[in-house]
């Protein structure tokens, strides 16, 4: 263990946050002090790339979100020329917020204040009282603020505060091809985010929400053994989690894939056990004709995998997007001891409805409002705050699996599901964003 160190009224220059971190150990004050908070939206939440939403929930042109990307609020708008953008949700005259509904679908943004109103394409078409500018004012130099970097992985749309990044799928690396994963279960890769959400606001560290593979024997136990009785009774819950994916002595995995991009990788596991939820499909109505076209779109083996996996790849792309089973997962830090996550239950597009009920009950069971797992993980998160404080013995240790873990022969870093791989890949990225070392998103 590190010797203690005495942060009080330390300075967090690049050498300060280095101090925070040793091997296998991590300083409490990185979750707990509001100072590092605020760095953290500075460095990472208003510098690097950041995940907006699914093109599916503004299928439409005109429909909108409103999103945050760290303390700036902005707005996901499809135009009226179809295109995509991420705006600044703020008025170019006095800056008061000109989108004030989570969702809906218009052609315009009028601002409440004094009326300055902008097309859902960002252009100043109308502004009160037109005269008291005279000649000098240029409606084309005052339209809404678009985010500088705005680029689109397979429908999942990214946006960046920062010029100064990688390219999108440059960061992403082998990450992307494990939200194929989800993409590719659905016929045709079109996906349907459009069915709502539901949150959980918790108070805890946003960098607690991640993956991690050794928690889910203790803290979902009660989960784990529902999932067990119904392995043989046809719900779907015990279809896609047959036996026990998080046994310490299973073939379960967990990877780094660099940026801070982590996996639980369960592809052995499923693949292993992937019979009984094909016969849960071959039984429910269009099943079969879902299996048909996985097979007729991807070879064979790719398709074994999509159909063991159900569209589950288990990912985290740092620093605020989560792909866990049947769910998009952002999450939106509010302040060094509250976020706020927000779950989208995907379904796809050209299946069946009893198929996409399927998907929607197992988001519902364990992370909607009434589920199991949600309202574990808050609560255990909560209680990791707390004891974070007691800081007389400030370090926390992340070494699990040190000595066991593996380099891939794509550079992917490999640990047992229950290694602590995706905690250390996490805090790796954090300071090197942190420490300025790599502002543009580099690891």
Not at 67 to 74: A, F, L, N, S
Not at 243 to 269: C, Q, V, W, Y
Not at 399 to 424: A, C, F, L, N, Y
Request: charged share 25%; hydrophobic share 40%.
């Amino acid at each position: 263990m590190p010797d203690r160190l005495d942060i009080r009224g330390r300075d967090y220059d690049a050498a300060g946050l280095r101090s925070l971190v040793a091997p296998g150990w991590i300083h409490s004050a990185v979750y707990t002090d509001a100072k590092i908070f605020d760095l953290e939206l500075e460095r990472i939440f208003h510098t690097g790339w950041l995940f907006i939403g699914h093109e599916s929930e503004i299928a439409k042109t005109g429909e909108f979100k409103r999103r945050q990307m760290g303390r700036q609020p902005v707005i996901f708008v499809r135009g009226q020329d179809g295109e995509i953008r991420v705006f600044l949700n703020r008025c170019r005259h006095r800056g008061a917020i000109v989108c004030e509904v989570d969702e809906g679908r218009d052609s315009f943004f009028r601002c409440w204040y004094h009326g300055w109103t902008y097309s859902n394409a960002g252009e100043l078409v109308s502004v009160s009282g037109p005269d008291g500018y005279g000649p000098s004012f240029d409606a084309s130099e005052n339209g809404l603020t678009p985010v500088p970097r705005v680029e689109n992985y397979r429908g999942f749309i990214f946006a960046a505060l920062s010029e100064k990044v990688l390219p999108l799928e440059d960061y992403l690396g082998n990450a992307a091809k494990v939200i194929d994963i989800l993409v590719d279960a659905a016929p045709g890769g079109e996906l349907s985010v459009r069915a709502g959400s539901n949150r959980t606001i918790y108070k805890g560290n946003w960098k607690q929400v991640g993956m991690d593979g050794y928690h889910p024997l203790f803290v979902h136990a009660s989960v784990l053994a529902t999932w067990e009785r119904h392995t043989d009774s046809g719900h779907s819950l015990g279809a896609t989690h047959s036996a026990n994916p998080f046994d310490f002595d299973g073939i379960s995995e967990t990877r780094d894939f660099g940026h801070g991009h982590t996996m639980l990788d369960f592809r052995k596991h499923r693949l292993k056990h992937s019979g009984k939820y094909r016969a849960l499909l071959e039984n429910t109505p269009g099943g079969a004709d879902y299996i048909d076209a996985l097979y007729a779109e991807h070879d064979v083996a790719w398709a074994d995998m999509l159909l063991a996996m159900a569209g589950d790849p288990h990912v985290g792309v740092f620093p605020n997007l989560q792909l866990i089973n049947n769910q998009i997962r952002i999450v939106n830090p509010l302040s060094v001891d509250e976020t706020e996550v927000v779950m989208f239950p995907v379904l796809f597009s050209n299946v069946s409805t009893e198929i996409n009920a399927l998907r929607l009950r197992q988001h519902e069971s364990f992370y909607g409002p009434a589920g199991s797992g949600s309202t574990d993980d808050a609560e255990i998160f909560e209680r990791v705050q707390l004891g974070l404080e007691a800081n007389l013995d400030p370090w926390i240790n992340i070494s699990r699996g040190m000595e066991r873990e593996w380099v891939d022969e794509d550079g992917t870093i490999v640990g047992h599901v229950s290694d602590e791989v995706p905690q250390r890949a996490q805090i790796r990225q954090w300071l090197a964003m942190m420490a300025e070392e790599s502002p543009d998103g580099r690891r």
